[in-house]
């Protein structure tokens, strides 16, 4: 049982910055793909962006394109979330998860059927 801890959300003012982090706090053996998805209330839970652990393979939703960057640090077992220049739309409470299927196609990678283990999330609010 692969566990994930999320970490870095808070309040910032739209334009600004902020830096998630998820920590994966057991074995991560078998950890194929990484991704941090959204939700806000009201609304279904959404693919921000999707990383394989074996090779650059990455895939983006089209609303946060050009504004956040998805990386990780192995030896530290963390799963970053870089999110620049953000908007009110933004708002939401970010979920980081983890998936053991292997070659994963790109188009799958924002899909949350493709994912086995999630975090316990972590709020971030943007204001105007």
């Known amino acids: 049982q692969v566990q994930l801890v999320e970490s870095g959300g808070g309040s910032v003012q739209a334009g600004g910055s902020l830096r998630l982090s998820c920590t994966a706090s057991t074995y991560t053996y078998g950890v194929y793909h990484m991704g941090w998805f959204r939700q806000s209330p009201g609304n279904e839970r959404e693919g921000v962006a999707g990383?394989?652990?074996?090779?650059?393979?990455?895939a983006y939703a089209k609303s946060v394109q050009g504004r956040f960057i998805i990386s990780r640090d192995s030896a530290k077992k963390t799963l970053y979330l870089q999110m620049d220049n953000v908007n009110p739309d933004d708002t939401a409470m970010y979920y980081c998860?983890?998936?053991?299927?292997?070659?994963?196609?790109?188009?799958?990678?924002?899909?949350?059927?493709?994912?086995?283990?999630w975090g316990q999330g972590t709020q971030v609010t943007v204001s105007p």
């Open positions: 990383t394989s652990i074996a090779d650059s393979l990455q």
């Open positions: 998860a983890a998936g053991s299927r292997r070659s994963l196609r790109q188009s799958e990678m924002l899909l949350e059927t493709s994912y086995n283990y």
